[in-house]
């Protein structure tokens, strides 16, 4: 079963940047797209950003030339790195499969705050 572990987020402030990291176990991960998705408060989880098995990008226009989504296949591992964050930008960071698997469960996310 894979297992995905986020981290990376923090208290930054606006125009601040942050990068997240999310670790997956499992020799399968480099066959799959991979995506990071958000949830505010109040709001439903959102893709923000995907990433497929061969490299090719794809963003919610909320973050498009702010985020960048990126893998390193041999590590197991995406990334998300985010710059000029908003207040928006606030919310649990978590990374699934794109479009999410159903057989692989959430993990804890990274909590992202972006406040002065």
């Known amino acids: 079963q894979v297992q995905l572990v986020e981290s990376g987020g923090g208290l930054v402030q606006p125009g601040g940047s942050l990068r997240l990291s999310c670790a997956a176990s499992?020799?399968?991960?480099?066959?799959?797209?991979m995506g990071w998705y958000r949830q505010a408060p109040g709001k439903q989880r959102e893709l923000v950003a995907g990433?497929?098995?061969?490299?090719?990008?794809n963003y919610a226009d909320s973050v498009k030339g702010r985020f960048t989504i990126s893998r390193d296949n041999a590590k197991n591992t995406v990334y998300l790195q985010m710059n000029s964050l908003k207040p928006e930008d606030t919310a649990v960071y978590y990374c699934?499969?794109?479009?999410?698997?159903?057989?692989?469960?959430w993990g804890q996310g990274t909590q992202v705050t972006v406040s002065s």
């Open positions: 499992g020799s399968i991960f480099s066959i799959y797209a």
């Open positions: 990433i497929t098995s061969g490299g090719s990008t």
């Open positions: 699934n499969a794109d479009p999410v698997m159903d057989a692989w469960p």
